[in-house]
């Protein structure tokens, strides 16, 4: 009996410490008297995870390549098909180059982002999924990355910088559920609020701030930005809407989003060190395809 | 802390490390991976008992804590897996019989105790559709890979055959 009460007097002590360690973290924030302590872990688990990624690395492409397979041979037919198609198609627009310097000319900045971005690649994830998302870079402080930046990829949005140690960083993606992104509709000035929905980070819930505005499927998000670009700059694209929630009578509408940027599978992203100096607006959106043209021009009730 | 206890902890730390690095990004379908670390700590506390798996539960939610990439407040996983670790060993030391269907408890416990400590304090926003899908699965996933990995653990914590009759034979002759 003598060895439970002294078991129970050690549970109780470190439940203690735990609960002490939780409040003092949560309730100082940044400021918090472990952040040395944590700083200290980053940077040497961070460290050693990067020299475990060079090992680690093939180990982790044969597993997948393994577990890929069957779909593989399916996907080369396709690419190669896709490939027959753009050559054709590349053909066709050395016609229309003259065309099209004109109109970039016109456009002016809407061409590009102008974002200033350094390139990394994400060495570790941490799991619980629909819980927690976030994953660890190969670029920290040394690089130029800094607490809330944005980390985008070639395809869209993928999250924002929450910790950096000396050479390694942490990035909370989009898709996990205590993130909000503020994001606007393409082609308007509708704005509204991005969280993750917990599928796995296939969908991210889309809660449009004025419930009379039209909202249909198809319709994508691109990010509003904060203040001086930070923790997210303007204009990268988010998402495709899938599927509207009907709400009637309430003040917000709900939808779910696609997002551009595959967050299962993570490779190369890049984090922005300088935010464009204007806000790109739609412009670092990717070109539509022909049928559904119709929908960018300003007018998003032409479908309807 | 004797050097078999450090061992494991080595053992623990390297084993999280696999988990970021490996586990959590082999695409697994629905996406979910078994936690490792908490399977390491109730195979330990089957073995050593509910004191020395209550400090080994810990030190390792801590490390766990600290590891990066984090997203959640310091001390959750130690609450946790200090909290988990007693309860194995405790039942483990009432009833040793029952020691597998402890680690299959355990493994099942611990993604809602998770949600739920990061619950205490807000940290998580919990929506249906995690509780209805991700849940399940996570739990499922850990009650898969649990009998494994307990088996391992429990394997190494108690050393070669040798070693442990030898060690019931020191405590047996102890007054």
């Known amino acids: 009996m003598k060895d439970t009460r002294r078991g129970r007097a050690i549970l109780g002590l470190l439940l203690a410490t735990a609960l002490v360690i939780m409040t003092v973290d949560h309730r100082a924030g940044d400021g918090s008297p472990l952040a040395p302590v944590k700083g200290a872990g980053t940077a040497v688990l961070g460290g050693v995870e990067q020299v475990g990624s060079g090992i680690v690395q093939p180990v982790g492409r044969f597993l997948q390549a393994l577990l890929e397979a069957p779909g593989a041979q399916r996907q080369i037919e396709q690419l190669r098909r896709e490939n027959d198609r753009l050559k054709q198609e590349l053909a066709a627009q050395a016609l229309d180059r003259r065309r099209s310097q004109e109109l970039q000319h016109m456009l002016g900045a809407a061409g590009a982002g102008r974002y200033k971005v350094v390139p990394a690649q994400v060495i570790a994830r941490r799991g619980a999924p629909g819980f927690e998302e976030a994953v660890e870079l190969d670029v920290g402080e040394a690089d130029g990355v800094r607490p809330e930046m944005t980390v985008l990829n070639g395809d869209g949005l993928v999250g924002r910088v929450v910790r950096v140690g000396p050479s390694t960083s942490t990035v909370v993606l989009i898709s996990d559920p205590a993130s909000a992104v503020g994001g606007r509709l393409e082609g308007g000035d509708e704005i509204g609020v991005v969280n993750g929905a917990g599928e796995y980070g296939r969908l991210l819930r889309f809660r449009l701030l004025d419930s009379t505005a039209p909202l249909t499927p198809g319709h994508r998000i691109v990010s509003f930005g904060s203040h001086r670009g930070v923790p997210y700059v303007a204009g990268v694209p988010i998402g495709v809407i899938e599927k509207v929630e009907a709400t009637p009578g309430e003040l917000t509408r709900i939808a779910y989003a696609r997002p551009f940027a595959d967050l299962t599978a993570l490779g190369v992203v890049g984090v922005v060190v300088e935010p464009p100096r204007r806000d790109p607006r739609d412009g670092v959106l990717p070109v539509l395809p022909e049928p559904a043209a119709g929908a960018t021009g300003g007018d998003p009730n032409g479908g309807t | 802390m004797a050097g078999r206890d450090w061992m494991s902890l080595g053992l623990l730390l390297a084993v999280m490390v696999a988990q970021v690095m490996i586990v959590n990004r082999v695409p697994l379908p629905w996406q979910v991976a078994p936690d490792l670390a908490l399977l ?27 590891l990066p990439p984090v997203a959640h407040v310091m001390g959750q996983h130690a609450l946790v897996l ?13 009833r040793p019989q029952a020691g597998p269907m402890v680690a299959l408890a355990c493994a099942a ?67």
């Open chain 2, 40 to 66: 390491g700590v109730v195979g330990y506390a089957l073995v050593r008992g509910p004191e020395a798996g209550t400090v080994m539960g810990f030190t390792a939610g801590l490390a766990s804590d600290l």
């Open chain 2, 109 to 175: 416990a611990g993604p809602p105790a998770m949600v739920a400590a990061g619950g205490l304090l807000g940290e998580v926003q919990i929506i249906p559709e995690t509780l209805g899908d991700v849940l399940p699965t996570a739990v499922l996933c850990n009650m898969v890979a649990a009998p494994p990995m307990v088996w391992a653990v429990t394997r190494i914590v108690r050393g070669s055959p040798r070693t442990v009759s030898w060690a019931r034979y020191a405590v047996r002759s102890q007054p």
């Open chain 2, 82 to 94: 200090c909290l988990l670790g007693f309860v194995a060993g405790r039942v483990a030391e009432a």
